[in-house]
Structure formats: structure tokens, C-alpha cells
Nanobody, 124 residues
Framework: QVQLVESGGGLVQAGGSLRLSCAAS????????MGWFRQAPGKEREFVAT????????GYADSVKGRFAISRDNAKNAVYLQMNSVKPEDTAVYYC?????????????????WGQGTQVTVSS
């Protein structure tokens, strides 16, 4: 059974940092792109960051570019999101996903597997 488990969320002050982790089990995802999305109350799930199967290529939403960094460790079947200089508008539930493609992709429906999410709350 495929399972993705996010961790590392919590309450942080504006300007602070958080590091989200996503551990995958049930199969190996080293041949597939992975990504982070987020969903704020009353809003649709939106793209945050993506990374190719090899880790050589990444992509970011304009709203987080220069502040967030995605990385992966294929030996651990894990993906990470380093969040720096966070803002109140970053408050959301953050989800990691595994794409059906090798290349980094920002498209929501390119992702087949999802975790349950981890809450990030940024106070002003």
C-alpha cells in the first residue's frame, strides 16, 4: 500500500523558517517527479514546488520563489520543502505528491499519490 506522510508543520512567526518532510512507503518513487502543493481555507489546492526524478530540475510558484527550496533524497524515498522568510499568506495545509512523470511538473492532475497534509500557520 502506497503511503505518503508529511511532517514538520506547525506555528511560526512571520520571517521565520520551517522544514517540511514527506516520507514515502509502499513503493519506490525515485523514477518520478515529486511536488508540494498547499490549500488555504476556502481556496483550491495550489502548486508550490516540484522536483524532477533526479533532483536536477526544480520549479516554484512565483509567490514562493527565492524563499522556498525543494529537495529530495531518493535513497530515503523522501522529499523536503525548506521554507524561509515565511509570510502570513503562506498559511495553509501543505501536501506532498508523486507525479506519474519523470520531469518536474506544476500541474495538479499530473500527481497520482498524495499525503494527508501538514498544517503550516504563520503569525504576523
Amino acid at each position: 500500500q502506497v503511503q505518503l506522510v508529511e511532517s514538520g508543520g506547525g506555528l511560526v512567526q512571520a520571517g521565520g523558517s520551517l522544514r517540511l518532510s514527506c516520507a514515502a512507503s509502499g513503493r519506490t518513487f525515485s523514477s518520478y517527479a515529486m511536488g508540494w502543493f498547499r490549500q488555504a481555507p476556502g481556496k483550491e489546492r495550489e502548486f508550490v514546488a516540484t522536483i524532477s526524478w533526479s533532483g536536477d530540475n526544480t520549479g516554484y510558484a512565483d509567490s514562493v520563489k527565492g524563499r522556498f527550496a525543494i529537495s529530495r533524497d531518493n535513497a530515503k524515498n523522501a522529499v523536503y520543502l525548506q521554507m524561509n522568510s515565511v509570510k502570513p499568506e503562506d498559511t495553509a495545509v501543505y501536501y506532498c505528491g508523486v507525479s506519474r512523470y519523470m520531469l518536474a511538473t506544476k500541474t495538479l492532475n499530473s500527481y497520482d499519490y498524495w499525503g494527508q497534509g501538514t498544517q503550516v500557520t504563520v503569525s504576523s
